[in-house]
């Protein structure tokens, strides 16, 4: 360990519940832009006001999210990138791999499945589940497509924990409930509708329809 590592190297506690989504939202933030720091490898520490201005949010910020989860940082040294990127990998329990089950094969399914983001970043698409018989059987990304119908089955018996729902909105609470059932309890639905699900399950939503209307309020007519 580095003389830097050693002085930042405070037992952390552990994630508290009463921590707002929104500080959680803004970490994956924060991780993203210091492994852009490590491929870079031009710099061994950062700042907060690097990191802000990199990412348009207050250092201030930064620091304030930081110190909810523990002493990352020294004055008048910064952070130490590779430390500070395996700790907020440890808060996010992203220091191991989480096998993903895909919900839906069809355009957006076949794209999130070869979609090469997911690798070195924490998480494998493992199995895809669908219901045209002209897709199950078919391999998408390397991965052989599984009928729905077997979908309890599977995530019973491998104990998954996320899945993604790429169906459409008809479809989309039914399926839901079916993962919960089954053990998930992190869906990450693309479906534009607002799916329930019981207290401890946790869902985000991926609609880029309401991105974009979200974004047209600021634009001038």
Sequence with gaps: MTEIEESIAEESPDVAHDIPDI???????????????????????????????????????IRKDLSLFGDFGKQGTGYHINYLVQQLQRILKLDREWPVAMVGAGFLGHALANYGGFKNRGFRVAWIFDNDPETVGQKIGGIMVRHVDGLERVLRREKVQIAML???????????????????RAILTY?????????GVKVQYSDPVAQLQRMTFYLDV
């Design 191 to 199: 479906a534009p509708i607002s799916i329930n699900v019981p207290e």
């Design 23 to 61: 500080v959680i939202g803004r970490l994956p933030i924060y991780l993203r832009a210091l492994m852009r720091m490590v491929e870079e490898g031009d710099k061994v520490t950062t700042s907060s006001q690097e990191l802000g201005d990199r990412l348009g949010v207050s250092s201030a910020q």
């Design 166 to 184: 790429a169906v459409p909105a008809t479809a989309a609470q039914e399926l839901a409930d079916r993962l919960v059932a089954s053990g998930v």
